[in-house]
């Protein structure tokens, strides 16, 4: 698009109050919002609740050794809280938008931000939360140490980061660890869904789950399988971390956040984000000089609760001073002893207000501010509302940006530092030519437009209408405000993909897309990564798939054909984004078309009523989620192959799977099944998990069973047996609890598995 049409699009659509669009350019969008909202900080505060500590954690006040307090539980942190955790201990923490952390021995880490939109608590507890109550944002520190983290379902709006020395974990929902050793290497663990990895200065780079990143001190990036004994403390930790917060009633959860908010605003010299990491490294580097002082064998210690008192200076004739150096005279009549220098702050002409002002900015701002010109240093100092939060925001930018953010005028200026928009973006929606226009005084009446700025108008007027203007709010912000007709068509798609769609009565108006409309999305991207990994074990429709999504996807008793949708293709997804429901007899048909594989799926929950049945007469059949599957008394059939995939626990109970060639049921975490009835003629079946626990199962003797878990046999061929088993021990095995039979024969120890289990195979994941 060229920057004509982009400003011709920029001022039709700025005329148009129902369309938001450029934050800077018309005052409105995402940086006026957050003008808004940033009015009140403190009234959108999380917190996080200290839900048990194993040994002993402490957090550290003003980043000082001497100043801790001990960890209990119900204590609530806030952000800017810092918390050390000690050898042979653990801290469990729940953040109030559902996010578990369990910070492991050795950990050092910090609340960069927490900032969440209040909710009204209605009753319930956390394990009745399927995603968080409101839209946050997060921001760990990491230092040192390991984190073991658990999500609910973040907001389209939300974002969750750690950050570290090496890098910084972008987090939409999953269950990984991540750790920093002591020699200043990270280890990155993914066990469910994806986690974007980004070095300072670099490009994201995806971690799908299964799969490990390696991170040397030196920055260099490695790639590996997910470390198996990771795997297993991940899921064993986020159990005991979801049993542990399960009773934590919502009402705790919100009143922890007011506690938050007073505790926050009691805080209102609280440095920012900026300073307390610098401040921590200086910490660092005091524990580091002292312990290298002791193993020379220095006799300096210092005690948590008892810091070495410093010799008393003789007392300096103040007076005399004051009167032979400026610079002491200065400090003495505005109270600061840091920051720049009278001499320095000469060619400024500072009133007495001016001067005040300018020290109760941090004293990097200040060494800053030193070198750019009087006008636009007074300008600032006398600006309304210019923070010392929006000062440091200001001069993290370098040149080029803050040249650009100053040529704003006062209102858009605050604005955006309020939002502390990345600097990448700045230099992308700041041109020049956009600049000049961004005045109000400079939008015509009436104007000329151009076919793209009617194609954006028409966009903006559909989204009103279909009560989706959020979709163009969030592509706006993706786009940087540069309209061209494939961001409309990704709005267009995005639109279709975020509708509720209930097959009974919409069927003759669905909307099939190809694979590459869809999957690449980002109003797709929750399916669309559950997608990734079902491509990884063989689970999938194909690479080309003819889609058709929704928000939440509903199929009732009937028996549909999708042989128009799919003309020549070999596969149809139909994929729900946050949930899919499935009830009553359905019967997926492809007219005469056979070896068309169907896949259900859905990117977050998948509810199938009691007594439905699921047939794919001609083709394969898949059924797969991000979240828990939970089949009982559910029928599955298919001409070929049936298929069941969860990215956490798979449950069957009471279920009938009829299938010609194969069948392969798959969870990332418990793969439970009580009571499994199989076709006798059956020639393959697959069960894979990290836990597999079997009762009331009688395996086909003429079916090949191949049965994997993380650990893999015991003795290298045999399950456990039995309830008496303790769960530890149950962990990472195959465990035939009760009834489980293989042609009618009972199998319930070593002697009777070796008689009757020629069948069955038991061996390890290969990609957990």
């Known amino acids: 698009m060229t920057d004509q049409n982009s400003n011709l699009t920029i001022t039709a659509i700025c005329m148009r109050p129902a369309i938001v669009l450029t934050l800077i350019l018309c005052l409105s969008g995402q940086i006026l919002k957050a003008q808004q909202s940033n009015e009140d900080d403190t009234a959108r505060m999380g917190a996080v609740i200290v839900v048990s500590?194993?040994?002993?954690?402490?957090?550290?006040?003003?980043?000082?050794?001497?100043?801790?307090?001990d960890l209990k539980p119900g204590t609530v942190l806030a952000a800017g809280d810092f918390i050390v955790v000690e050898t042979a201990s653990k801290v469990m923490l729940l953040f109030s938008n559902g996010t578990l952390v369990t910070a492991q021995e050795g950990t050092e880490m910090a609340v960069g931000v927490f900032e969440q939109e209040p909710f009204e608590a209605v009753g319930g507890k956390v394990e009745d939360l399927e995603s968080e109550p409101s839209s946050s944002k997060v921001e760990i520190d990491l230092d040192i140490g390991s984190l073991v983290v658990k999500t609910k379902k973040l907001n389209?709006?939300?974002?969750?980061?750690?950050?570290?020395?090496?890098?910084?974990?972008?987090?939409?929902?999953?269950?990984?660890?991540?750790?920093i050793d002591a020699g200043g290497g990270m280890q990155l663990d993914v066990t469910e869904s994806t986690v974007a990895f980004t070095p300072p200065g670099g490009s994201p780079t995806p971690v799908s789950q299964g799969q490990g990143l390696d991170v040397s001190s030196t920055g260099a990036v490695a790639t590996r399988p997910v470390n198996p004994v990771v795997a297993q403390n991940v899921q064993t930790t986020n159990e005991v971390a979801t049993q542990a917060s399960a009773e934590i009633k919502i009402e705790t959860v919100a009143n922890a956040m007011s506690e938050a908010t007073v505790k926050s605003s009691g805080s209102s010299g609280k440095s920012s984000p900026e300073a307390r990491r610098e401040s921590r490294r200086e910490r660092k580097e005091r524990k580091q000089a002292a312990g290298n002082r002791e193993s020379k064998g220095g006799k300096e210690q210092r005690s948590r609760k008892s810091p070495p008192k410093e010799a008393t200076p003789s007392e300096p004739k103040v007076d005399e001073i004051l009167e032979n150096n400026q610079d002491a005279k200065q400090t003495r009549k505005t109270g600061k002893s840091t920051g720049a220098s009278a001499s320095q702050l000469a060619k400024f002409g500072f009133n007495q207000s001016q001067l005040e002002k300018f020290y109760k900015l941090p004293e990097s701002v200040q060494n800053s501010m030193i070198a750019e010109s009087p006008d636009k240093v007074l300008r600032l100092i006398d600006m309304e509302g210019f923070s010392p939060d929006k000062a440091v925001v200001l001069f993290s930018y370098g040149p080029e940006a803050r040249a650009k953010v100053m040529q704003l005028d006062d209102s858009r200026l605050l604005s955006l530092l309020g939002s502390e928009m990345e600097e990448s973006m700045i230099l992308d929606l700041l041109s020049q030519q956009n600049l000049s226009q961004s005045s109000p005084d400079n939008l015509p009446n009436d104007g000329p437009?151009?076919?793209?700025?009617?194609?954006?108008?028409?966009?903006?007027?559909?989204?009103?209408?279909?009560?989706?203007?959020?979709?163009f709010e969030e592509v706006?912000?993706?786009?940087?405000?540069?309209?061209?007709?494939?961001?409309?068509?990704?709005?267009?798609?995005?639109?279709?993909?975020?509708r509720d769609l209930n097959f009974l009565s919409d069927f003759s108006s669905l909307e099939p897309f190809s694979a590459g409309e869809t999957l690449g999305n980002p109003f797709f991207d929750d399916l669309a990564s559950l997608y990734e990994q079902m491509l990884i074990d063989q689970m999938d429709a194909g690479n080309d798939p003819v889609v058709i999504g929704g928000a939440v996807i509903s199929l009732g008793a009937e028996s549909y054909d999708f042989s128009?949708?799919?003309?020549?293709k070999s596969g149809l997804l139909i994929g729900a984004t946050d949930r899919l429901n499935l009830q009553g007899k359905i019967e997926v048909g492809v007219g005469e078309k056979a070896g068309v594989?169907?896949?259900?799926?859905?990117?977050?929950?998948?509810?199938?009523?009691?007594?439905?049945?699921v047939r794919s007469a001609l083709s394969d059949l898949v059924v797969a989620a991000r979240e828990d599957v939970l089949l009982q008394e559910v029928a599955l059939e298919s001409a070929r192959e049936v298929a069941v995939r969860s990215l956490r626990d798979l449950q069957l109970a009471q279920v009938a799977i009829t299938a010609a060639d194969?069948?392969?049921?798959?969870?990332?975490?418990?793969?439970?099944?009580?009571?499994?009835?199989?076709?006798?003629?059956?020639?393959?079946?697959?069960?894979?998990?990290?836990t597999i626990r079997l009762s009331n199962i009688d395996f086909p003797s003429a079916t090949a069973v191949q049965l994997n878990s993380l650990k893999g046999p015991i003795d290298g061929r045999y399950p456990n047996f039995g309830t008496s088993i303790p769960a530890s021990e149950q962990l990472g095995r195959v465990n035939f609890?009760?009834?489980?039979?293989?042609?009618?024969?009972?199998?319930?120890d070593r002697p009777s598995f070796d008689q009757f289990g020629g069948n069955i195979s038991i061996g390890k994941l290969t990609n957990p």
Request: proline residues 1%.
């Open 53 to 69: 500590v194993e040994g002993k954690a402490s957090m550290i006040l003003d980043d000082e050794d001497a100043n801790a307090v």
């Open 156 to 179: 389209k709006k939300s974002s969750f980061d750690i950050n570290s020395p090496l890098g910084t974990a972008g987090i939409r929902g999953t269950e990984f660890q991540m750790g």
């Open 449 to 471: 437009s151009s076919s793209l700025s009617d194609q954006v108008l028409a966009l903006g007027d559909e989204l009103r209408e279909d009560g989706n203007i959020e979709v």
């Open 476 to 498: 706006e912000v993706l786009n940087g405000g540069e309209w061209t007709e494939e961001w409309i068509a990704v709005a267009k798609v995005g639109n279709s993909l975020t």
């Open 564 to 568: 128009e949708m799919i003309g020549d």
């Open 597 to 613: 594989r169907t896949v259900l799926a859905s990117g977050g929950a998948i509810e199938v009523s009691a007594g439905t049945s």
């Open 662 to 690: 194969r069948v392969h049921l798959r969870a990332s975490r418990n793969l439970e099944i009580n009571g499994l009835e199989l076709s006798q003629s059956l020639p393959s079946l697959i069960m894979e998990a990290t």
């Open 737 to 748: 609890i009760e009834n489980v039979r293989s042609g009618g024969n009972l199998m319930n």
